[in-house]
C-alpha cells in the first residue's frame, strides 16, 4: 500500500476518534481503514494503536509517529498548493498601505494596471503618511519611503529609489538670484517638509559615498508636499522635493531646477509584508510588478 496515503488515513482514524468514522469521511470501509493502519505497523514494525472492543488508544510511538505524520501531511499539501498557485490565475484580496501622495501618484498606476490584467485581485487601500503595524493592523504588504523600520518578523524588499532635487519658481529665482551652491541656502527663503518633530534635513550625497544634511530655516512648514509644490510655483521659495511630483512643472517651466551639480540623493521605497512559509502568488506579483514600474516613474534620462 503507498505509505502517504496510509498515514493520511492513520491521522483521519486518530483526529475523528474511531475506524468507522474515518471510513465515512474517507469515502472507504472501516476494513480498509483498519489495512491501512495494519500495514504502516508491519512496514514500520511497531503497533501504533491499541485496539479493544470499546476504544482505541495511541502507543507511545504511534503517538509521536502521528504528530510527524501531520506535519508530513500538511506539508505534502503545502507543496501541491505552492505548485498550484504558481499556474493559476492570481486572485484574492489584497491590503495596503502606502503614504498618501507617493501612494497616489506612483503606486496606484502600477496597481489599476493590475487590476485591469487580473480580474480576481481585489485590492484594499489605505493612504497614509502614519507609520502602521503590518502584521497587527491586517496588512498584506505596505510601501514605506526612507528607512523601512519594519520588524524582524517581516520581509523587506527596496522596489524603487526616488530622486530628490532643488527646485524654485524662475520668478523666484529673477527677483532673489540662483544659489551657486549649498552653501547659500540660508540667505535664499526655503519651504520645509515637517511631519511631526521637527523639520526634515535635505540630503545631498557626496562622492565618497557620505551625506550632506542641509537645514535650512524657512518661515513656512508644510506636512503636505503638494502644498510645498504650489507654494514654490507660487514664488515662495526654493523646495526640496520628489522628482516624480514635479516632474510636469519642471518640464513646463514653471519650476526651475537649481545646484544640479550637488550629488542627487536618492529615497529608498521598500515593500514590507509578513514573513511566511509561501508567499502568496499575488503578493509576489504585486511586488515584482512595483519593482518593475517605479524605477521608471522615478527616473529620468533628461533631469541632469
Known amino acids: 500500500m503507498d505509505r502517504l496515503t496510509s498515514m493520511e488515513v492513520f491521522v483521519a482514524a486518530?483526529?475523528?476518534?474511531?475506524?468507522?468514522?474515518?471510513?465515512t469521511e474517507l469515502g472507504m470501509s472501516a476494513p480498509m481503514v483498519g489495512k491501512h493502519v495494519r500495514s504502516l505497523e508491519e512496514q514500520l514494525d511497531v503497533r501504533l494503536i491499541n485496539r479493544t472492543?470499546?476504544?482505541q488508544t495511541l502507543t507511545e510511538f504511534g503517538q509521536t509517529f502521528y504528530?510527524?505524520?501531520?506535519?508530513?501531511?500538511?506539508?505534502?499539501?503545502a507543496v501541491g498548493a505552492l505548485a498550484a498557485d504558481q499556474f493559476s490565475e492570481p486572485h484574492g484580496r489584497l491590503r495596503m498601505t502606502m503614504p498618501v501622495h507617493f501612494g497616489r501618484r506612483c503606486v496606484l498606476p502600477s496597481l489599476m494596471q493590475l487590476a485591469r490584467q487580473y480580474p480576481g485581485l481585489e485590492f484594499d487601500l489605505q493612504f497614509s503618511d502614519r507609520t502602521v503595524e503590518v502584521v497587527e493592523d491586517g496588512f498584506d504588504l505596505a510601501i514605506r519611503t526612507g528607512a523601512p523600520?519594519?520588524?524582524?518578523?517581516?520581509?523587506?524588499?527596496?522596489?524603487?529609489?526616488?530622486?530628490?532635487?532643488l527646485c524654485a519658481a524662475p520668478l523666484y529665482l529673477d527677483a532673489r538670484g540662483c544659489p551657486s551652491h549649498l552653501q547659500e541656502l540660508p540667505d535664499h527663503r526655503v519651504l520645509n517638509?515637517?511631519?511631526?518633530?521637527?523639520?526634515?534635513?535635505?540630503l545631498f550625497a557626496r562622492k565618497d559615498g557620505?551625506?550632506?544634511?542641509?537645514?535650512?530655516?524657512?518661515?513656512?512648514?508644510f506636512d503636505d508636499l503638494d502644498a510645498i509644490a504650489d507654494a514654490a510655483i507660487a514664488a515662495m521659495g526654493i523646495a526640496w522635493l520628489p522628482y516624480w511630483l514635479v516632474r510636469d512643472v519642471v518640464r513646463s517651466g514653471k519650476l526651475q531646477q537649481v545646484l544640479k551639480d550637488e550629488g542627487e540623493y536618492l529615497y529608498d521605497v521598500?515593500?514590507?509584508?509578513?514573513?511566511?512559509?509561501?508567499?502568496?502568488?499575488?503578493?509576489?506579483?504585486?511586488?515584482?510588478?512595483?519593482?518593475?514600474?517605479?524605477?521608471?516613474?522615478?527616473?529620468?534620462?533628461?533631469?541632469?
Open 14 to 23: 486518530v483526529d475523528l476518534g474511531s475506524f468507522a468514522a474515518a471510513a
Open 67 to 77: 504528530e510527524r505524520s501531520r506535519a508530513i501531511l500538511a506539508d505534502v499539501e
Open 210 to 221: 557620505g551625506l550632506i544634511e542641509v537645514l535650512p530655516k524657512g518661515r513656512m512648514q
Open 193 to 202: 517638509y515637517r511631519r511631526s518633530g521637527p523639520a526634515m534635513p535635505w
Open 270 to 304: 521598500y515593500a514590507l509584508w509578513a514573513q511566511t512559509p509561501r508567499m502568496p502568488r499575488k503578493l509576489r506579483l504585486v511586488i515584482d510588478a512595483l519593482a518593475t514600474t517605479l524605477p521608471t516613474l522615478m527616473s529620468d534620462p533628461g533631469l541632469r
Open 149 to 165: 523600520g519594519g520588524k524582524a518578523s517581516l520581509m523587506t524588499r527596496r522596489v524603487a529609489r526616488q530622486p530628490m532635487i
Open 53 to 55: 472492543t470499546r476504544r
